[in-house]
Structure formats: C-alpha cells, structure tokens
C-alpha cells in the first residue's frame, strides 16, 4: 500500500537580506514537523525556498552595482547555508528565478487570461515597496503602509487584473466549509472582516520595473510578484511542466506554514486563484506570530535589532537553538527573544533536567553493573506512575503535533523528564547499591531509567536531532529500539544494551558572565549598556504630588502572576479587551483598555502581572475582577508588563 503523504510548505523567503532569527523561526517549525511526520511513517515533501523577484531586488543590486540575479545568487546561498547549519531536512528548496517555475508561472498566467479571470485596466493606487503590496487609501495607517509602517507611494500604470472580487462569497463559504483552513482561529476572524470590507481585484502586472517574469503575450509587464511567489507551492512539485507526478501525489498541501502578517496573501489571493484554474486548495494556512526582539519591538534590519542565528549556534549548538524557540513560545502567538530566557532554558531545562537525568543513569548503570542491566529484576509499585507517564507520552505528542503545538509537545516530554528525575529521588539508587539482597530491585530501577530515556530520545528527535542520537549512543540503543513504534511500548530497552557514560549534552553556561559576553555580540535592550538612544528613553522629573506610602500600604496590593488563556475585543467598546486569566486560583476575566496596541493573539499564552484584590468593576457589560500592569512607554504606547516564565498564582511583591 502506498504511504500516506505529507506536504508542508514555508513561505519563501525575499532574499533581500541577511536572514535572522525571525525568518529561522518559521523554518525551524516546519522542519521539526516534517521530521516528525516522517517518524510517523508519512512520504513526506517539505519545501522551503526564495522569492526573488520585485523591485526591491532590484534596486538593491543596483546600489551594489551588480545584476538582480548576481544578487540573489549570492543572498540565497546565505539562506541555504543557514538552513544547513540548522539541520533543515527540507526535500526541495525552490528559487522564483528557476527556470522551470517561470515557465509554469506564464503558462499559469495566460491561462488565467484565458478563462477571463485576468484582464487588463489601469491601476492607480498605494504600493508599499517593502512589502511589494498594494493598499486602497482607506487601507492606510496614518498614510503609510498598514503592515510595515513605511512610506508608501502612489503609483498609476496599465496593469492586469485578477478578478478578485468575484471569490468574496466563495472564500467565506470556504472558511465556513473547512473550520480549518485557517488557524489560529483569530487570524480567521481577521481575514472575514477584511474580506467583508470588500475585495477589490487584483493588480498582477507592473511595468514600473522590469526584474520579474515578463508576460508572454505582452512582455513590457512582469507579473507581480505575489502571484508569482505563492504559486511557487505548486510549480515545485512539477504543476505547468512536462513531468506533474509530485504536483500529482503530493498536492494539495496539508498545512502552508506563514508569519501572520502574510496570512492574508495565502488565505484570499492563494485560495482564489487556485479557484480561478479550478485547482484544489490547500487544506489549511496556520498564520505564527512573531518572534519580537526582548524590547517587544519587530526585528527589523533598519532597526539594528536583528538576532543572528549563526551566533548563537556556534556558542550553545544548534539544538539547543531548536529547543529555545520552539519551547519558549506558543507558536500562534508572538515572543520576546531575551539572552537572558535563552540561557536559562539551556542551564534549566537542557543541561539540568535532561542532561543529569542522562548522565546520572549511565554513570550509576555502569557504576553498578559495568554498563549492562542484568534481566533479574524486581518491580515495585513506585514504578507504575512513571510506566504508565512515558506509555501515555506518544499519543499526547501527536496529538500536539497534529495542532502544531510545538511548545505543548515538548512540555509534554519535559514532563516525563522531570517524573523521571524525581524518580532517581524516591528509588534512591545509591541506597540500593550498597546492598547485596536489593541487586534485583536496584536493576529494576536503573532499567526503568534508561527505558523512560530511550522513550524521550526517541520523540525528541524530531526537534532535537543532533541530541537524541547522542542520547541513544550512550544508552546503547539503535535499530528496532529507536523507532517511532517502540516509542509507543515499555520494556523494549534491549538486554544487551551496553550502556556507556559520555560528555555532558549541553554543559551549564554561566549565567552572568555569558550574558555579558553576549550582550556585546547581541544588543539586548535588557542590558543598560545597550539602552536605546537618549530620545527613545522616557526621563521623567521626580513625580509631584505622589504621597510616599509604607510597606504596609504597599502590601495591602496583592499582585500576582497570571497567565492569559483567552482573550477576545469586548464588542461595546473600542478600547476594551477581555481577558480571561489563570490566575493559580480559580480564574478571572479582567477588563483591560489596550486594544489599541495589542491583538488578542500578542497576548493569550502570556503572563501577566495582575492586581487581584482590587474591587470587580462593569465595563461595557463585563464584570472585570481586577487589572493587569502595563507601562506608559511613551506618549501613545502602552506596554504589558510580561512576566512569562513566572508560574500562575507566583506572589508579586
Ligand atoms: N516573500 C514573502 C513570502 C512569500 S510566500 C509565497 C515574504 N518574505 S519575508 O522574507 O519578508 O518573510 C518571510 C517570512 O518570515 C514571513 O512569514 C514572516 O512572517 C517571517 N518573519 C520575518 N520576521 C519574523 C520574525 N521576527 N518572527 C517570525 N517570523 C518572521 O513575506
């Protein structure tokens, strides 16, 4: 029987740049993904790639003197030397400039024409050269592009047009059909009310620069470089060419993974051009969020705030990389990159409670029985929480993986890690080692050890596939013991396994002086000598006319952390969120007035700090139980005081 396929795409990327941390992040995703889907059993197909056209290209090689292509010949090999460094298992990586996607794109453009679903007018309008995306003026934000804030201009030219504003009713009636399509939920809402603002057609032609693929019948325009990038998810599989078996096999895609500011690129042009050729659509677009730099603000290359992969790969290794970004934050929601949070999941989560349950097990295996078990083993009744834990551990992985809740899977093996060390503390080996008659149970435990071990290395691999071979050397396992399926079995730790201590996975950094040294590589606006220039901090006077309280006024405050698990726009109000709090009670729901510069999804999976024995108040009809911290960071911009981390119902004072 044929496998079961698997196709997930990334989006390509512009290679106009240096690639950072944010464009790794995606990839990183997809990669951890498409990794574990082939443990599954699935015939996977993971494309990742470059998009290459557009002016913004063009006016790069020419302030370098250089051709459009000799510049993203040299741009996308510092993306595929990125990808490599990160073990990115991508099957294909494809470039707009392939000959064979060019092709395809004008076959798939005169077909368009063809139908009647492209025709040509005059276009006049906003364009936004950085994000190579057209806005009507209504659009606009304060007159600038809504999505990057730069300038925009307006540009009037002959243009073809894609008949968009025909889908309207098709892509809502989609979005309602397949609940699925796209995700997170709040990016669907997103897209339906932009779509009930109304969609316009679709300029796909410009003739105000020429680094793009020329349209054949009318070869003084290219087309516009939108078009041409999203159909790249199926010219790489061979849609327009001679040879379609992949498009064949492997079409539609079963996710598109995007940062979710391209969320509406792929959930209403993509799907309405693919309606347009009669194509099959994708089954679901899964709109991330942002990895913010530690100051909450966008990486950006103009800001100087960028993070530089390649850096922190070369000082804590590539997987501890891995683990970082997909651990640290929920992967529809925005994050903060600190060194800080950095370090301390290395030093925490990787070289203490992975790292000493590993080293911990070999060495007291090869101590006590020169590195192989003895099958004489005695069971005890401690043995059948941690049995049963790392039994359950497979399914609640998949299950995570299946929403792509990266974060979740690894807690979830984190969890087991930590039973695990706890259970070194109740079986007490070394107590057992000392005596003669306890040799069987003392077995038992140290099997039951390198058991749950094997288990975790065999769904860590995945996302950590440098680390987890090494775990399994050391334990001695390969083959049949390492298998997706045996994950899902206890007691297939094989007898014979020579169990071998070797150097520490990832050695504890120290925190201080490493956050030192990195803060000179990377500019982290924690540290004070990275502060950002004098206008941006905010220096006030002494403030007047506040009375000086005790500490026994300031008691009185109860403050605590709380972690936000929903959060939705209050409908009678403009200013208003809801939030709906963990608050290591019972939970709350808390009104706060900052819808004006956060999305529900820049917050939900976050925590906060919130006051909670201040009195309930309505607001707009909701009962609000207390409120969460934020900073006047400026005139006009209000920030949260994020404590993520910190455990729900944790004490403030
Ligand atoms: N070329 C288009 C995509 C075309 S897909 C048919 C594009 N390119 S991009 O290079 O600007 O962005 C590629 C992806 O990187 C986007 O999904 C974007 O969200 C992501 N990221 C760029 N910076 C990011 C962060 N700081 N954090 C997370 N992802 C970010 O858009």
């Not at 997930?8 to 997809?30: D, N, Q, R």
């Not at 690129?265 to 309405?272: D, K, L, N, R």
């Not at 099958?375 to 497979?394: G, S």
């Not at 680390?467 to 399926?485: C, F, R």
Request: charged share 25%.
């Amino acid at each position: 029987m044929d496998k079961k396929t698997f196709y997930i795409t990334t989006p390509i990327y512009y290679p106009s740049g240096k690639p950072h941390i944010g464009h790794s992040y995606c990839t990183l995703a997809s990669d951890a993904i498409a990794r574990y889907k082939r443990m599954q059993g699935y015939d996977v197909m993971f494309l990742t790639g470059t998009d290459e056209h557009g002016l913004k290209i063009e006016q790069k090689a020419e302030q370098q003197g250089i051709t459009p292509k000799q510049y993203v010949d040299h741009t996308t090999q510092v993306f595929k030397d990125l990808w490599k460094l990160l073990n990115i298992s991508n099957d294909r990586f494809i470039r707009t400039t392939d000959d064979y996607h060019v092709k395809a794109v004008q076959k798939i453009f005169n077909e368009l024409y063809r139908r009647g679903e492209i025709y040509k007018g005059e276009y006049k309008g906003w364009y936004c050269t950085d994000c190579e995306a057209f806005w009507t003026e209504t659009q606009l934000k304060d007159g600038m592009c809504p999505d990057c804030g730069r300038k925009v201009k307006i540009v009037s030219e002959e243009a073809y047009f894609f008949r968009l504003s025909h889908y309207a009713d098709r892509l809502l009636k989609l979005y309602e059909d397949q609940p699925n399509f796209i995700q997170p939920e709040s990016r669907k809402h997103e897209m339906i009310s932009f779509i009930k603002q109304g969609l316009e057609d679709l300029c796909v032609s410009r003739t105000s620069f020429s680094w793009g693929i020329p349209v054949t019948f009318d070869p003084k325009h290219v087309v516009y470089v939108w078009l041409d990038a999203l159909t790249n998810y199926i010219t790489a599989l061979g849609y327009g060419s001679d040879d379609d078996s992949d498009y064949k096999k492997f079409w539609p895609a079963d996710v598109h993974f995007v940062g979710k500011e391209i969320v509406r690129f792929h959930t209403i042009i993509w799907p309405a051009m693919l309606m347009a050729l009669d194509l099959p659509l994708p089954k679901q677009v899964y709109g991330h969020g942002w990895l913010l730099f530690g100051d909450g603000s966008k990486m950006s290359k103009s800001k100087g705030n960028v993070v530089d992969p390649t850096i922190l790969c070369s000082r804590y290794g590539v997987d501890a990389i891995r683990y970082f970004l997909l651990r640290e934050i929920p992967f529809g929601s925005d994050g903060l990159f600190t060194n800080e949070a950095l370090i301390n999941r290395i030093n925490s989560d990787l070289a203490n409670d992975l790292g000493n349950l590993l080293s911990r097990t070999t060495a007291m295996t090869e101590k006590y029985f020169g590195g192989r078990i003895p099958t004489e083993r005695e069971a005890a009744p401690v043995d059948d929480e941690l049995k049963a834990m790392a039994l359950a551990l497979r399914g609640k992985c998949d299950e995570a993986i299946d929403k792509y809740q990266f974060s979740n899977a690894l807690a979830e093996i984190w969890k087991l890690i930590s039973r695990t060390n706890k259970y070194i503390d109740e079986t007490a080996p070394w107590v057992l080692g000392k005596d003669e008659a306890k040799q069987a149970r003392l077995a038992a435990v140290l099997y039951n050890l390198c058991e749950a071990l094997r288990i975790v290395s065999v769904l860590l691999k995945p996302f950590l596939p440098e680390t987890s071979p090494k775990i399994q050397e050391q334990l001695g396992i390969s083959g049949e013991a390492v298998t997706y399926e045996s994950a899902g079995t206890w007691g297939v730790f094989p007898a014979d396994a020579a169990v071998k201590k070797g150097a520490a996975l990832f050695p504890r950094i120290d925190v201080d002086k490493e956050i030192e040294e990195l803060n000179k590589l990377i500019p982290n606006p924690a540290d004070p000598a990275n502060a950002k220039p004098a206008q941006e901090t905010k220096r006030t006077e002494k403030p007047e006319g506040i009375a000086q309280i005790s500490i026994d006024d300031f008691s009185k405050v109860d403050l605590r952390a709380a972690k936000i698990t929903a959060c939705e726009p209050i409908k009678r109000s403009k200013k208003l969120l809801k939030l709906t709090l963990d608050d290591g009670m019972n939970g709350r729901t808390v009104a706060s007035g900052i819808s004006q510069w956060y999305k529900p999804e820049d917050l939900i999976g976050h925590t906060v700090i919130v006051v909670s024995n201040l009195k309930p108040a309505k607001l707009c009809g909701v009962e609000s139980q207390g409120m969460i911290l934020a900073a006047d960071a400026a005139d006009n911009d209000v920030r949260v005081v994020f404590v993520d981390g910190v455990p729900a119902g944790s004490k403030i004072r």
